[in-house]
């Protein structure tokens, strides 16, 4: 099964464009010193786009960590995170922003 950008699912799909965005999002860990939490502030990074299965679902979520210029962007999967609309925050569920450098990187270049 081939994953596209939430942008190219809309193009092709009978969905409203921009009816699920998350893209700006901050990403933010859920530990705090070790533990469990439902908020803190250590940031990850920002979620500059989504890839989705044939049926608009999230499946990896793509983070630009901000660690140099050029934006390194990884993919964090979709069973790790949860989505806060309100907030417009991403949590990644159990990962710190140690753990979230060695995720795999995202090159828009390639097939998922």
């Known amino acids: ?5 939430i942008d190219e699912y809309d193009l092709n799909s009978n969905r409203q464009p921009g009816s699920y ?4 999002f901050g990403v933010y860990s859920d530990l705090i010193a070790g533990m469990l939490a439902s908020k803190t502030e250590e940031k990850i990074g920002t979620v500059t786009n989504a890839l989705v299965d ?12 901000g660690t140099n210029p050029s934006g390194r962007e ?6 790790r995170a949860r ?16 753990q979230a450098e060695q995720l795999p ?3 828009a270049q390639m097939q998922y």
Do not use: P
């Open 83 to 98: 989505i806060d609309q309100d907030q417009r925050r991403v949590y990644a569920t159990g990962l710190s922003k140690e």
């Open 1 to 5: 099964m081939a994953l596209k950008t």
């Open 21 to 24: 965005r998350i893209s700006g």
């Open 105 to 107: 990187a995202y090159n």
């Open 54 to 65: 044939d049926m608009g679902q999230i499946q990896y979520i793509v983070v630009d960590l």
């Open 74 to 79: 990884v993919l964090l999967s979709a069973d």
